[in-house]
């Protein structure tokens, strides 16, 4: 088993910047890619942006390109969400995820989440 466990996240000014942390333990060679989701009140959880074991490949939904930024650590099993100029339609619980192959943009390719942690942006 994989925990995924999701930090960084709270209230900002429209324009601000937060930085998201997942720490993964237990079975981490499980984590070959990890990926970043959020969901809003009442909508479907949506995909952010995800990373290869490398780095080498990345993927942004368009929503969020040219602002958000993910990256990873692998020595320290930790993957991050940097996010500048926040909006208030940024505004979700974003939940980390992990799977054992190649990064997709799927919710349903991810075998591990975390429990999610709130990110709210104020106008």
């Known amino acids: 088993q994989v925990q995924l466990v999701e930090s960084g996240g709270g209230l900002v000014q429209a324009g601000g910047s937060l930085r998201l942390s997942c720490a993964a333990s237990g079975r981490t060679f499980s984590t070959g890619s990890m990926g970043w989701f959020r969901q809003a009140p009442g909508k479907e959880r949506d995909f952010v942006a995800a990373?290869?074991?490398?780095?080498?490949?990345?993927y942004y939904a368009d929503s969020v390109k040219g602002r958000f930024t993910i990256s990873r650590d692998n020595a320290k099993n930790t993957a991050y969400l940097q996010m500048n100029s926040l909006k208030p339609e940024d505004t979700a619980v974003y939940y980390c995820?992990?799977?054992?192959?190649?990064?997709?943009?799927?919710?349903?390719?991810?075998?591990?989440w975390g429990q999610g942690t709130q990110v709210t942006v104020s106008a």
């Open positions: 995820a992990a799977r054992k192959r190649w990064a997709t943009v799927s919710t349903r390719d991810y075998e591990y």
């Open positions: 990373i290869n074991w490398s780095g080498g490949r990345i």
